[in-house]
């Protein structure tokens, strides 16, 4: 009798054991495979504000815009469309992606676009010539040094936020929307 309770107190006691170390296996997944979160929520930059941003930057055929989180691609979608600007745009979330994709291919600049996939923060931005930004405060002055490290002469623009005590060359409103527009200075 003693024996066979030994016996089922050791097999419930595996069998406790088995459920544990498979509910902590499935953590340990969860917790490395859930994506990060955005830092700042999707609100799309008005068409009329776009262009202000766009022609303030003075965006042109030669250059290389990066839109860091780039919503449905309308900022790089419009430059290549109208001026024919190489243009990349990261987000986050895997269905602005989709529709930046959509978006492209509605407006038949699927040659100049591309859209990534990926965290801002991470992303080389060396190759850009001009950079463009609706995000907040924080997350602009948490941007700032990079901005600041890169080639002299890359333009940034912003909507809506600024960059602290980095002084614009110009700010614009449009819309009752404010845009900011700096150059990275000589070191
Ligand atoms: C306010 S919306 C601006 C969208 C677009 N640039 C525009 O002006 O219409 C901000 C976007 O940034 C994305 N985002 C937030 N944090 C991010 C991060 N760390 N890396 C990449 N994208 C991010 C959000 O998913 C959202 O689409």
Known sequence: MKKRYA??????????????????AQLEVTKTTQPRSPDVIY?????????????????????????????D?????????????TGIGF?????RIKEANANAKEQGVTDKVKF???DLFEQDLSKATVISLYLLPS??????????????GTRIVSHAFDMGDWKPD?????????????????K
């Open 116 to 118: 990534v996939e990926g």
């Open 91 to 95: 987000d986050l979330d895997p269905q």
């Open 7 to 24: 016996f089922l107190t050791a097999a419930v006691l595996t069998a406790t054991l088995g459920v544990q170390t498979a509910a902590h």
């Open 43 to 71: 609100v799309p930059t008005p068409p009329a504000v776009v262009e202000a941003m766009l022609d303030v930057a003075k965006v042109g055929k030669d250059d290389v815009l990066y839109d860091l989180g780039s919503g």
């Open 170 to 186: 110009q700010t614009l409103t449009v819309e009752g929307k404010s845009v900011y527009f700096w150059t990275v200075p000589q």
């Open 139 to 152: 997350l602009n002055l948490k941007l700032r040094p990079k901005l600041l490290a890169l080639k002299p």
């Open 73 to 85: 691609g309308r900022i790089p979608v419009t430059a290549a469309k109208k001026f024919g600007t």
